[in-house]
């Protein structure tokens, strides 16, 4: 099996990381980070610290994680949730999955990213044919959720159906039921397609 064919043609972002610095990163990885600002190649790319993209304040803990993850064998697998900064500064949130390799025959980290949206965006957001809902309106709304709540609606509002959300973050497809239940009372909406029209940013 090609593995580095695999990787390559993945449809989600993946870097591998030995020792903090960057060793691999897929094509969908590259063009998630040139869309938000950073002008990277396949071979630009190698020897960076991934942690020059993730916010600031969460950058001890990421590195934490990073060096206990690759020094256990045992917890060879885990999600989490991290903000990422373009290069203009604005934070985005992802789930990372990550987990324990053997890359070149050395322990490596594969981290695949799922991004979730823009925590705090910076201008209001337009939609062709819709009314574009004002900033106040939108934020309000989603601050109104919890951080897993926040998680599941961004990805209602990517297309993930419930089968998939609850794969990507580890739980019972009824949790991720009750979770939707929750967001529509919350923010007042009654069905996918009014909860992504909130997060994307129109009536």
């Known amino acids: 099996m090609d593995h580095q064919a695999i990787l390559d043609n993945a449809p989600l972002p993946i870097l591998i990381v030995q020792e903090m610095e960057i060793v691999y990163a897929n094509q ?16 630009s790319v190698l020897g960076l610290s991934p942690m020059q993209f993730i916010a600031s304040d969460e950058r001890e803990a990421s590195q934490d994680n990073i060096a206990r993850l690759l020094g256990d064998e045992k ?9 990422i900064v373009d290069a203009q500064g604005g934070q985005h949130t992802v789930l990372i999955s990550t987990s324990l390799i053997l890359w070149r025959e050395r322990p490596a980290l594969v981290a695949s990213f799922v991004i979730l949206g823009l925590d705090f ?21 989603l601050r109104r959720l919890t951080s897993r709540e926040q998680q ?3 990805l209602v509002a990517s297309g993930y159906s ?13 949790t991720v039921r009750s979770h939707i239940k929750s967001i529509f009372k919350k923010t007042k909406t009654r069905s996918r ?3 992504t029209r909130l997060i994307i940013g129109f009536k």
Do not use: W
């Not at 990885?29 to 071979?43: H, I, P």
């Not at 917890?75 to 903000?83: A, D, E, G, T, Y």
């Open 28 to 43: 969908a990885f590259l063009d998630v980070a040139n869309k938000y600002g950073y002008e990277l190649t396949s071979e």
């Open 75 to 83: 917890k060879v697998h885990r999600n989490m949730s991290r903000k």
């Open 121 to 141: 965006p910076s201008g209001d957001y337009a939609a062709v044919g819709g009314k574009r809902q004002s900033l106040d309106q939108r934020t309000n709304a």
């Open 152 to 154: 599941v609606a961004h």
């Open 162 to 174: 419930t089968d998939n959300i609850a794969a990507l973050l580890g739980v019972e497809e009824s």
């Open 193 to 195: 397609i009014e909860l």
